[in-house]
């Protein structure tokens, strides 16, 4: 099956750092979505991209979609302490079966005061 | 974007015993999907269920394990039965939105 690989793992970074994260595939998305978790809580949606090339942000959030469809980039500027937490990103697809959305490994971040 | 709550938020079970978490939606939804999510891991998509039929389940998830109910177009219940260790996870329903698929807070499961 189609498998998401997010890179960094983890990141230990100081506040007021840059963070970028990406993630590649296999197989072409749809759609990219990139999303945040926090300790006790369901992800919460941060950005959509929806076709290639796409650049998109978000307050201090910008993504893109990459133009082969099988990768997108997440970064954080000036990152501040409540930037702590899982960010996942996620990959749909929709065919005629109906849609279905993948979820890379997760990037675990870690911001020192 | 839709308020999803997830009941219980979180339990302990005894292995053998079968647990039914509960999924409500402020609005009506075509589809709901059921996602584990296991300790340090990321979310991995149980099955989809559709109002008025049976759910479609994912690769290496079967009804008998995981049988899903969703008698109208705002709740769903996702059973996890015969419970090992091994089930101990987080499950959280998911709906599409306008904006993109938007989750509930989970249910933590933990069997002992």
């Known amino acids: 099956g189609q498998q998401l690989n997010q890179s960094p793992q983890s990141m230990f970074i100081q506040e007021g750092e840059d963070v970028s994260m990406n993630c590649t595939s296999s197989?072409?998305?749809?759609?990219w979505l990139w999303y945040k978790q926090d300790p006790g809580e369901g992800p919460v949606l941060l950005i959509a991209?929806?076709?290639?090339?796409e650049l998109t942000s978000n307050g201090r959030l910008t993504a893109q979609f990459g133009i082969t469809r099988k990768d997108s980039f997440l970064n954080i500027s000036a990152s501040i302490p409540s930037d702590v937490g899982i960010y996942f990103c996620?990959?749909?697809?929709?065919?005629?079966?109906?849609?279905?959305?993948?979820f890379g490994t997760g990037t675990q971040l870690k911001v020192e005061l | 974007s839709a308020v999803i709550s997830q009941k219980p938020s979180r339990d302990i079970c005894q292995r053998g015993t079968s647990l039914t978490i509960q999924c409500q939606v402020d609005?009506?939804?075509?589809?709901m999907f059921w996602y584990r999510q296991q300790p340090g891991q990321s979310l991995t998509l149980i099955a989809t269920?559709?109002?008025?039929?049976?759910?479609?389940?994912e690769s290496g998830f079967v009804i008998d394990k995981f049988p899903i109910s969703r008698p109208n177009l705002t709740f769903s219940t996702l059973t996890v039965s015969n419970m090992s260790p091994e089930d101990s996870s987080i499950y959280l329903c998911?709906?599409?939105?306008?904006?993109?698929?938007?989750f509930g807070s989970g249910t933590r499961l933990t069997v002992v």
């Open positions: 609005s009506q939804v075509t589809m």
């Open positions: 269920a559709n109002q008025g039929s049976e759910a479609t389940y």
């Open positions: 998911s709906v599409v939105t306008p904006g993109g698929y938007t």
């Open positions: 197989s072409i998305f749809n759609t």
């Open positions: 991209l929806y076709k290639a090339g």
């Open positions: 996620a990959g749909l697809l929709s065919t005629g079966g109906g849609n279905k959305l993948t």
